[in-house]
């Protein structure tokens, strides 16, 4: 109990990455379950564990139904913090073995990226954009939009993932820190998203349509 409490004040104590990097440098060796890195994130809330599994879709890595699990996951955060519910994952995702040592590789590949989008976000800057009912909704909504473009099965394209997981990553951090500024450019990495999404369609049906009409 007395280690639990000292971990949990040293992390209280770190910034966003620091906390992070101690999370992954403590986590277990062999597999481990979703439920068992929820139980890690206690203390520290959802938007912490939404950005620790949204650190995944940064870097590509080999996890068989890490994507699957983690998006799910989100998503389902994304839905509790909407209707200001408890987290509650159905027995078979939370169940869900991950190999650890594949996992912290990858994580570790992805804090280059997190300790950059950490450096961009400032405490307190266009406070409304956090402190309004209205515009807390939106960001709320935008959170889950986020993870339905990254559930899109999309993820053989490069940035697919990446430009929905930048967009949680500003959500969490912007609430966190209430930076308004970083939520605003998460709202602008779902319209990059959706934008890319409709080039990549519109593109490969101009392809396609192209194909059949060359045909004899």
């Excluded at 986590?27 to 068992?36: A, K, N, R, Y």
């Excluded at 389902?76 to 994952?89: E, F, K, M, P, Y």
């Excluded at 709320?140 to 559930?151: D, E, Q, S």
């Excluded at 101009?206 to 060359?214: A, D, M, N, Q």
């Amino acid at each position: 109990m007395e280690n639990h409490i000292q971990h949990h004040t040293e992390l209280t104590r770190e910034s966003l990455g620091e906390k992070f990097v101690t999370i992954i440098a403590d986590m277990p060796t062999g597999d481990i379950t979703l439920h068992e890195i929820i139980e890690i994130f206690e203390d520290d809330g959802l938007l912490l564990l939404s950005v620790f599994l949204s650190l995944i879709f940064l870097v590509p890595i080999s996890v068989p139904g890490v994507s699957t699990v983690f998006s799910t996951a989100i998503l389902l955060i994304g839905i509790v913090r909407l209707l200001n519910r408890h987290l509650w994952l159905p027995v078979k995702i939370a169940r869900r073995t991950i190999p650890a040592e594949k996992l912290v590789t990858g994580l570790n590949k992805a804090l280059v990226w997190f300790h950059r989008l950490e450096k961009f976000s400032r405490p307190h800057r266009l406070p409304w954009v956090t402190t309004r009912p209205y515009t807390n909704f939106i960001n709320k909504l935008a959170f889950i939009l986020a993870t339905g473009l990254l559930m899109v099965p999309f993820g053989f394209i490069p940035f697919s993932n990446t430009l929905p997981a930048v967009a949680l990553i500003l959500f969490s951090i912007g609430e966190i820190e209430r930076d308004g500024v970083s939520i605003l450019t998460g709202h602008l990495a779902n319209l990059a998203t959706i934008s890319y999404f409709g080039f990549l369609i519109v593109g490969g049906s101009v392809t396609v349509f192209e194909g059949l009409r060359l045909l004899p």
